[in-house]
């Protein structure tokens, strides 16, 4: 493993992103139980994409107790059905969600008419609900969460917005395999903002293989700006990146 830090943010590079996803696991799992040794619950937003399938597989591994755990999660496409299997609740479902007991789970899915009124709901619960700690990935594009530069606001006044998705972001669904062809992904989601998740005191962000590569040396070697909206994660108070040696390709 190499370390580095860049300004505020540790940067962790593993051989392989079994190991990557050990570590964060690890560091993950004692985030958790910290928070619920002191409040008697850890809330939790999930990432849902491919990037976070060796992170998640080992938290299940660590000694957490999932039912003082509530779970929700950062983005979720607009116009989907239920049964999407690309969708990001029907992902963290396979993934973890429907694999141990969660105290609760809170999810975005709705239809797409009543995508405002749902944002509006989840930002109450996030109000009532204060993050412990935030799961990121980084896109192909620099975005968080689906923080697309054109879209992202470092100062974005609110907690969870509808976003219009760029064609980097939804041909990257593709690339990974969760739609067929571009035209099947689709054009609007709900997204945690910037602002917001700057605000949870911990946050880490796992980013494995080479597609990620031009991405990660931009976030932390290029200015701090929304054109590349990871970035900004240098400034956080309390974030860990964890890679692969892939995507860390372009800065050791």
Known sequence: MITKKVVNLPVKIFDTRAEMGVEAAKDAAKIINEAIAKNGVAN????????????LEN????????????GFHQDEYIGIDASEPAGFGNFLDRAIFKKVEFKELHYLLCKAEDADKKCEEYTAL?????IDLIFLGIGENGHLAFN????????DPKM?????????????????GCFATLNDVPKQAMSLTMSFIM????????????????AVYNALTGPV???????ILREHTDAGLYLDKDSASKII
Do not use: G, M
Request: aromatic share 6%; charged share 25%.
């Open 44 to 55: 939790v937003v999930f990432a849902a994409a491919p990037s976070q399938n060796d992170l």
């Open 59 to 70: 938290l299940l591994k660590e000694d957490i107790d999932w039912t003082k755990v509530r």
């Open 126 to 130: 996030l109000k009532q609900y204060p």
């Open 148 to 155: 697309d530069p054109a879209v992202a606001d470092f100062n």
């Open 160 to 176: 969870i917005k509808v976003v219009e998705l760029d064609d980097v972001c939804r041909q990257q669904q593709v690339n990974d």
């Open 199 to 214: 605000s949870v005191p911990h946050a880490i962000c796992v980013v494995p293989t080479i597609r990620k590569a031009n």
């Open 225 to 231: 700006t929304t054109a590349c909206p990871a970035s």
